[in-house]
């Protein structure tokens, strides 16, 4: 089972492309408004990125188009995005939306949350990983 194929089976949509404009990088998503989702970006049928926001699907993907000098994660997807679709590559936005109401006890229960790490450690997407420039972050 390729890894698409394992987000559609867990709910994950096609909901529009990344586009040039001009110098720039825009998307065609129509629905802006959904807060608290996961979303993928896939290029070549290989998922390159998988992200998690309770932001509107408008804010969040606003940073990407105009990056924060401090938002270093905004800054590389901005980077690879656009060095995607200047190689005329299409960059698809697949997006799980969680509207799932799980609690325990009474707390509430983020399946978006819950789902993103594993994701993340299955699939392996290149665009998650830290660049050769970052350093990694210590824990202890």
């Known amino acids: ?33 959904s ?8 290029v070549d049928e290989e998922v390159k990125y998988i992200g998690k926001s309770q932001q509107t699907i ?31 590559k299409e960059v698809k936005i697949y997006i799980f939306i969680d509207n799932t109401l799980l609690k325990y006890g009474d707390f509430n229960i983020s399946l978006s949350a819950g789902l993103e790490d594993d994701l993340i450690k299955q699939i392996k997407p290149p665009w998650n990983g830290k660049e050769n420039n970052e350093k990694p972050t210590n824990t202890i």
């Open 58 to 88: 408008k804010q969040r993907f606003s940073g990407y188009i105009k990056p924060g000098s401090s938002q270093t994660t905004n800054i590389k997807n901005n980077k690879n995005i656009k060095n995607e679709l200047f190689q005329n």
């Open 35 to 42: 807060k608290n989702f996961l979303y993928a970006f896939i």
């Open 1 to 33: 089972m390729n890894n698409i194929t394992k987000l559609t089976n867990i709910n994950f949509n096609y909901l529009g492309n990344w586009i040039h404009q001009d110098e720039a990088i825009s998307h065609t998503i129509k629905d802006i408004n």
